[in-house]
């Protein structure tokens, strides 16, 4: 069965630090890893990405130089560390997987194969 796990949300002030975890099961045709967020009322954003095999990542300008973007390979696990939060990181935040590189540096290219179920990040002022 195909699961994307999150974990690692949570509430946090501004200037802090959280590590967002995702768990990947059953998915052997994904190229390409990525974090989207989504707040309410709001359309969902893609954060970052990353192309599996080479490891090559993409950020979108308001988390770039803040966030990062990883994948331990023999664990089957994305993160994405997010420092210097601020109160507009508030969101649910996604992880995603997908089977078409092309697309995955594309930051306004919001659709994906598989998806996580979410995880809440709150950022306080």
């Known amino acids: 069965q195909v699961r994307l796990v999150e974990s690692g949300g949570g509430s946090v002030q501004a200037g802090g630090s959280l590590r967002l975890s995702c768990v990947v099961s059953e998915i052997n045709d994904a190229t390409c890893m990525a974090w989207f967020r989504q707040s309410p009322g709001q359309a969902r954003d893609k954060i970052a990405s990353?192309?599996?095999?080479?490891?090559?990542?993409f950020y979108a300008d308001s988390v770039k130089g803040r966030f990062t973007i990883s994948r331990d390979n023999a664990k089957n696990t994305l993160y994405l560390q997010m420092n210097s939060l601020k109160p507009e990181d508030t969101a649910t935040y996604y992880c995603?997987?997908?089977?078409?590189?092309?697309?995955?540096?594309?930051?306004?290219?919001?659709?994906?194969?598989?998806w996580g179920q979410g995880t809440q990040v709150t950022v306080s002022p």
């Open positions: 995603a997987a997908d089977p078409t590189p092309r697309t995955c540096g594309v930051m306004e290219w919001v659709m994906s194969k598989y």
């Open positions: 990353i192309l599996i095999d080479v490891g090559t990542t």
